[in-house]
């Protein structure tokens, strides 16, 4: 991909489409007959190995211009952000792991360091990041770190600060995207005085690290399925596809309840109008005793190495049942998956696939 702003282009892009990065349905799309949009070469879709990588939950991949895919994800740990590269998804299976940043000792960025992307804006690398103060650990913000160098890898990691919105409240889960000239930040965060965990929100930026402008609400928890322990909207995620933006988020608590769910907008809407906004009433995406996989969620989109097939990515436990805080438990694994279509250009989720054999997983490059 050539963009700074590191979204799956789209593979038959319509008039004036631009990219981003998620996905969302309109209610009743769940009963259509999928078709995918497009195929590999071979008419077959890849053959991922899952899990794709063990004990990284809220994974995020970019797909760059230098043909590499850049992978991060929250460690068990809660104490670092990783990388890894490869020239091919599944390569990232055994590709080689650097930190390249570390908790504070003290103070802010002291604990609970979260679901971290990884996003190439104007020439420079960007992460954004949830943590909190280690005096006192569930405060928790969005922060910013900068790397002005061409390798991820090397240069040196600035902290831009933290990323301040309306109120001084428990918030997380950013992810940015570029739509029409103009770049956003999509976040999850409790609204005082609303009785819900967090809810989703959008802003305009002055820059990768600075709101400007209003900040809107596009979803709150209200389905019963939204609210299952905990009501939760969060881990935003945004695609560009067949005229419309899909913004897929995650709810509920994170055992075998978490779950995906939905939001559509015209591509040529007022995205920071709620109302140009529709929601599926039910869940996209959901546990499979089927296939044994549990709490899928929390995911990011990008696109095979032919460059044309979507392609789900999302972490998820091979068991139901959990012993204490799920946070405790470190088996959230990141996993991915062909993303179909339905006819109505809509994204058909399915169910998460069953684990695979992986007897043989290409090395990275």
């Known amino acids: 991909m050539s963009r700074d702003d590191d979204v799956p282009a789209d593979p038959h892009p319509p008039p004036r489409r631009l990219m981003l990065k998620g996905a969302a ?15 590999a070469p071979n008419g077959q879709a890849a053959p991922f190995v899952n899990p794709l990588v063990r004990q990284r939950a809220d994974p995020y991949i970019h797909r760059h211009a230098d043909g590499f895919y850049y992978f991060t994800a929250t460690v068990p740990e809660y104490d670092r952000i990783v990388l890894r590269r490869s020239r091919t998804l599944d390569g990232l299976a055994t590709a080689a792991e650097s930190a390249i940043w570390a908790r504070h000792a003290t103070g802010a ?60 409240t428990f918030s997380l889960d950013a992810t940015t995207f570029s739509h029409r000239g103009t770049r956003y930040l999509v976040w999850a965060q409790h609204e005082p005085g609303m009785d819900n965990n967090t809810a989703l929100w959008l802003s305009r930026m002055a820059n990768p690290w600075t709101l400007t402008g209003p900040q809107v609400r596009l979803s709150t928890p209200e389905f019963d399925w939204e609210c299952v322990g905990y009501k939760v909207n969060e881990g935003p995620a945004v695609l560009a596809r067949n005229g419309r933006l899909f913004l897929s988020y995650s709810a509920s608590a994170t055992d075998h309840h978490y779950c995906m769910g939905l939001l559509t907008a015209d591509a040529h809407a007022d ?4 109302a140009n906004w529709s929601k599926s009433p039910v869940p996209v995406f959901t546990s499979n005793d089927t296939t044994k996989q549990y709490g899928p969620g929390h995911n990011c989109f990008t696109v095979a190495e032919d460059g044309r097939s979507d392609v789900l990515v999302y972490h998820a436990r091979p068991y139901k049942e959990i012993t204490g805080d799920p946070l405790d438990d470190p088996n959230r694994h990141t996993r991915i998956q062909r993303l179909d279509w339905n006819p109505d250009g809509t994204p058909h989720f399915g169910i998460p696939v069953a684990d695979t054999a992986a007897d043989s997983v290409k090395e990275s490059v």
Do not use: C
């Open 271 to 274: 995205l920071m109008d709620p």
């Open 109 to 168: 960025m002291g604990a609970h360091i979260w679901a971290p992307e990884i996003h190439r804006i104007g020439g420079k690398w960007y992460v954004y990041f949830a943590s909190a103060p280690a005096e006192s650990v569930w405060d928790i913000r969005i922060w910013v770190l900068e790397n002005a160098g061409a390798d991820p890898f090397k240069g040196t990691w600035v902290e831009k600060g933290q990323v301040r919105t309306a109120w001084e």
């Open 25 to 39: 349905l309109a209610a009743g799309a769940l009963a259509a007959t999928p078709t995918p949009a497009t195929a």
